[in-house]
């Protein structure tokens, strides 16, 4: 029998050229770490479920695919793979409430003043309006006591919400015109969008109840930095005359005193596998944080205090990008430690040692 001769259902294709393409469209929104490790596998899965005679994506599958890559570009931040989320998180669990519990304890002590104020007799002023970020802050505490006390579900939900409540406080902020409000609370609204993350990334990498001993060490992190900051403070707090929580203190401690082994740590955590996967949203938030205290959106002609949305976008930008940055590093640093593990493990087998020729993993070999 000639291919002339053959039947028209074996002739004709099985799957439809153009859905095929529809499905690679799709899957070019998913990040390009992500994309490389599963594109082949979730085409082959999309492939097989397409019922006879499809000839584009049903609805269905569209909404799917543009959920799971939102999903995973929000999530790209702590990792393209369960093993790097989970030493992400894990590393963030303890440090991102040890890091944020200051702001938390400042605004809320501030927040519990004005409410004492407005209770006096001459008290009148509407707390939201004062302290924008006092509910953003609350409902963090309450999501990190339930995080410690097992309930991650419930947590993961409040964490959202008080997130939420951050964004909406930086919305606020700008419309009634005080945008130099939002832009030094932008970089803790983005702290606590990094915590609610994590939440959510523990459960995606499929990370069983945290262990009494990480809960643990998240509530003594918290204790231990809060505790170091009043101490620190307290004193030239007391000689000014102002509360603890004012920042009146603070007026002495320079950035480049702050920066300096905020850089060194975090060079230092690049070194070791486990604890590089938090680098990049902890360089991201660091360098927000620095940012929206300097002057580098100002010149010397113009009040740093003049801030609009702008400066605001700009910030939380930079930020993004220092991220993603910093991830893109990660996972090169990771393929050549893999790459030297392969190596390794060759000679292992072979029992062979490397000529002092012989090209390093990762180096171009001569054609």
Known sequence: ????????????????????????RLLRLFPY????AHEAEMLGHLLDGARPGQSRPTRAER???????????????????????RAATGLLFVLLPAVLAIMAARVLAFAAAIVRAMLGPDGHAPL????????????????VALALVGARRVGLVVAVLAAGAGVAALVVSVAAGSAYAAYLDAPWVGGL???????????????????????????????????????????DAAHLGTPWWSGGALASWTLQALAAPVVVLLGAALLWRRTRQAVPVLGGLALAMVLSRSTFFWSGTVSI???????????????????????????????????????????????????????HPGEPTAV
């Not at 259902?9 to 095929?20: E, F, G, K, Q, T």
């Not at 543009?66 to 989320?85: D, I, K, N, Y």
């Not at 939201?128 to 999501?143: D, E, G, R």
């Open 1 to 24: 029998m000639t291919a002339a001769d053959a039947p028209a259902s074996v002739a004709d294709p099985l799957v439809p050229p153009v859905l095929v393409r529809d499905y690679r």
């Open 33 to 36: 770490t992500y994309r490389r």
């Open 63 to 85: 909404a799917d695919l543009l959920r799971a890559a939102a999903r995973e570009w929000l999530l790209a931040p702590l990792g393209s793979t369960p093993r790097q989320r």
């Open 128 to 143: 939201v309006a004062t302290v924008p970020t006092a509910l953003m802050w609350a409902l963090w505490v309450v999501a």
């Open 193 to 235: 969008v990094a915590y609610a993350g994590v939440l959510a990334a523990r459960r995606t990498c499929r990370v069983g109840a945290e262990p009494v001993a990480l809960r643990a060490a998240t509530a003594a992190a918290m204790a231990l930095v809060l505790g170091a900051f009043v101490a620190a403070t307290y004193s």
């Open 305 to 359: 205090q003049t801030a609009d949305l702008g400066n605001v976008l700009g910030l939380l930008g930079l930020a993004s990008a220092a991220t993603l940055v910093l991830r893109w590093a990660v996972n090169r640093l990771d393929e050549l430690s893999e790459a030297r593990a392969s190596h390794r493990a060759l000679l292992a087998a072979t029992g062979g040692t490397p000529g002092p020729d012989a090209p």
